[in-house]
């Protein structure tokens, strides 16, 4: 059972970025998937979540507008478009993922059971 996250880079301010995170070992067809970022310095934070169904989604007020969340059960895998990027979105993401018993989406990192590695967003200016 594994998350791999993938296709970060170095991009300059307000342009597009597209991160993967692909599933193995198991089908994401039942999961809420849930992107994340750490900031050197900060604590880990929410920023976007995607219902099982991908019905619905939720978003950190910091990324509404210009990233969006999106997946592909057929390939087990699951995506967040950043567009418009800005300096403060650099981190490192991490997707995550959750069977949803108690919810049907959360952007809450404590709900989630399954952790990818992170991969490298820098944003310059």
């Known amino acids: 059972v594994q998350l791999q996250a993938s296709g970060g880079g170095l991009v300059q301010a307000g342009e597009s970025l597209r991160l993967s995170c692909a599933a193995s070992g198991f089908a994401l067809d039942y999961y809420v998937i849930g992107w994340f970022r750490q900031a050197p310095g900060k604590e880990r934070e929410g920023v976007s979540c995607i219902s099982s169904s991908g019905g619905m989604t939720d978003y950190a007020d910091s990324v509404k507008g210009r990233f969006t969340i999106s997946r592909d059960n057929a390939k087990n895998t699951v995506y967040l478009q950043m567009d418009d990027t800005k300096p403060e979105d650099t981190a490192v993401y991490y997707c995550?993922?959750?069977?949803?018993?108690?919810?049907?989406?959360?952007?809450?990192?404590?709900?989630?059971?399954?952790w990818g590695q992170g991969t490298q967003v820098t944003v310059s200016s």
């Open positions: 995550a993922a959750a069977l949803p018993i108690q919810f049907i989406i959360s952007i809450d990192e404590h709900d989630y059971g399954i």
